[in-house]
């Protein structure tokens, strides 16, 4: 007699998390921004911004033509400034988003608090932490909210990889690694290419800023690294960087190959005590993610990209928070964190010893 085959178990239907990780408009708050200085990153804010809704009414920049430039491919309406103080002297600016490189910005940036507008700051916010935080006592003091560009928290697989972490469903966090293997030598030509950090510092504040934003209270005790250059690169700034970061239970790895001229690679993994979520792909833009728990491996399709959206994801929360009465998550305090991480970053791979974050204050 034929044995019937047994009954095929049906699998369980795995439910995708719905994770808060694109960005957000505020409901009602549609206030005029302006942009002090015009260079080639604004293109990125003002696309998000134009496709937002957001009011962009003044275009500030010591060269006009960049000014008039931006004007005429964005907001055709907007005052043209040169001298960015005639711009806070505006009453109907309420935000303005401080592009210009860190050297000169945090003047800028103490101005605008002083006339009582809110600040996007670009980033890295700042090269010293101890001005870092006189400019968010001072925003404090006059009563508005300063907060920092690190568009990289509002990359889709960046964002939607720590909603997960701090959803629980990874359990307790104890690795978090990332590795970029890519060609950053487009660099030559450029004033970044005389940036003598470009990998650790210039570059690496994002995912700095993303480990900093996953691990939440759990602070580093040590970090250390090194940087170097690679035998056939042509520009100054080392193309190699690793991090190591401790922790008192968990540890993370960061990995820069800057100069890997055929193909690219991008990977991140989050492990926790019961599982992991990881997203890789071929650039920042195109990210497969993975969840893996008891209950299966779950591919979520995520939305959007890291440029423009990361942008609209900076200047909305700003806005969000202004109307909301809160601080945004990437406040200039909060911010701090991160830079500590990435000065403690440099020093260890100058000095070549580990480093406790916080104690380097300034940027080597």
């Given amino acids: 007699m034929t044995k019937k085959p047994a009954p095929k178990k049906h699998a369980k239907k795995l439910a995708f998390p719905h994770l808060p990780y694109l960005p957000r408009d505020p409901k009602k708050y549609s206030p005029e921004i302006a942009v002090i200085a015009c260079g080639g990153i604004t293109k990125h804010h003002l696309t998000a911004y134009v496709a937002a809704g957001y ?29 960015y103080r005639e711009v806070l ?3 109907n600016i309420e935000v303005v988003d401080v ?14 608090l002083k006339a009582g ?12 932490l101890d001005v870092g935080e006189k400019l968010a006592d001072l925003a404090d003091k006059m009563g508005v909210l300063l907060a920092v560009n690190q568009n990289g928290r509002w990359a889709p697989h960046f964002s939607y990889l720590r909603e997960a972490a701090r959803s629980g469903i990874l359990g307790d966090i104890v690795g978090v690694h990332c590795g970029v293997h890519w060609d950053h030598s487009w660099v030559k030509g450029t004033a970044f290419e005389h940036v003598e950090q470009l990998i650790l510092y210039d570059f690496a504040i994002h995912w700095f800023d993303f480990l900093a934003t996953v ?4 602070i580093p005790t040590r970090v250390y690294a090194s940087a170097a250059r690679t035998k056939g690169q042509t520009i100054m700034p080392a193309l190699l960087g690793q991090v190591l970061i401790e922790y008192e ?30 997203s890789s792909g071929v650039n920042l833009a195109g990210q497969r993610i993975e969840i893996v728990t008891d209950d299966g491996i779950l591919s979520p399709k995520i939305k959007g990209t890291w440029f423009p959206d990361g942008f609209h994801g900076t200047m ?23 830079l500590e991480l990435c000065f403690a970053a440099v020093a260890s791979s100058l000095r070549h010893k580990p480093i406790v974050p916080g104690t380097v204050r300034k940027l080597l």
């Avoid at 009414?57 to 907001?75: G, M």
């Avoid at 700003?318 to 701090?336: D, K, M, W």
């Fill in 55 to 83: 009011r962009v009414t003044a275009l500030c920049d010591v060269q006009r033509e960049n000014a008039e430039k931006r004007r005429k491919e964005f907001y055709p309406e907007a005052q043209v400034f040169t001298d």
């Fill in 89 to 91: 002297k505006l009453p």
């Fill in 99 to 112: 592009t210009t490189h860190p050297a000169v910005r945090p003047a800028i940036i103490r101005d605008c």
């Fill in 117 to 128: 507008k809110h600040v996007l700051s670009q980033k890295p916010y700042v090269l010293d």
């Fill in 215 to 218: 691990m939440g209270e759990n």
């Fill in 249 to 278: 239970n968990a540890q993370a790895t960061l990995a820069f190959d800057g100069h890997v001229p055929n193909g690219s690679w991008d990977r991140t993994l989050i492990s926790g005590s019961q599982g992991l979520i990881r």
């Fill in 316 to 338: 909305g929360e700003l806005l969000c928070a202004i109307e909301e009465g809160r601080q945004p998550s990437h406040s200039a305090r909060n911010n701090l964190r991160s």
